[in-house]
C-alpha cells in the first residue's frame, strides 16, 4: 500500500509563485506514475501534470509553460512548481500515486490566489 500526502498550499497574490509536494510512503518501489489535479469549487476535478518513474512529464494546456513536475526520487518526493499563477488556479490540488494494485489519493491541499 501507498500513502501520499500533499503540502505546500496557500494564499499567494496574481503573478506569484509556490511550490508543491507530494510526498510518497509505504510501497514506493510499486508505483509507475505520480500526478496533480485540482478541483475548484463547482467544478469538476482536472489534471494538471503527470511525471513517470522515467522522468516523462505531461501538462494540461492551462498550466504549460507556468507549472513544472519534478521528483526527487531519494526523498520519495513529487515537487508541482507553480508560477505566474492567475486567480482561476484557485483550487484544491490532489496527489495522484498510480501503481499496478491501484491509485492512491491524497487528501489535498488548497491553493488560492487572490489579491
Known amino acids: 500500500q501507498v500513502r501520499v500526502v500533499e503540502s505546500g498550499g496557500g494564499l499567494v497574490q496574481p503573478g506569484g509563485s509556490l511550490r508543491l509536494s507530494c510526498a510518497a510512503s509505504?510501497?514506493?518501489?510499486?508505483?509507475?506514475?505520480v500526478d496533480w489535479h485540482r478541483q475548484a469549487p463547482g467544478k469538476e476535478r482536472e489534471l494538471v501534470a503527470v511525471?513517470?518513474?522515467?522522468?516523462?512529464?505531461n501538462y494540461a494546456d492551462s498550466v504549460k509553460g507556468r507549472f513544472t513536475i519534478s521528483r526527487d526520487g531519494a526523498k520519495n518526493t513529487v515537487y508541482l512548481q507553480m508560477n505566474s499563477l492567475k486567480p482561476e488556479d484557485t483550487a484544491v490540488y490532489y496527489c495522484?500515486?498510480?501503481?499496478?494494485?491501484?491509485?492512491?489519493w491524497g487528501t489535498g491541499t488548497l491553493v488560492t490566489v487572490s489579491s
Open positions: 495522484n500515486a498510480f501503481t499496478k494494485l491501484g491509485n492512491y
Open positions: 511525471i513517470t518513474t522515467a522522468g516523462t512529464t
Open positions: 509505504g510501497s514506493t518501489s510499486a508505483i509507475s506514475a
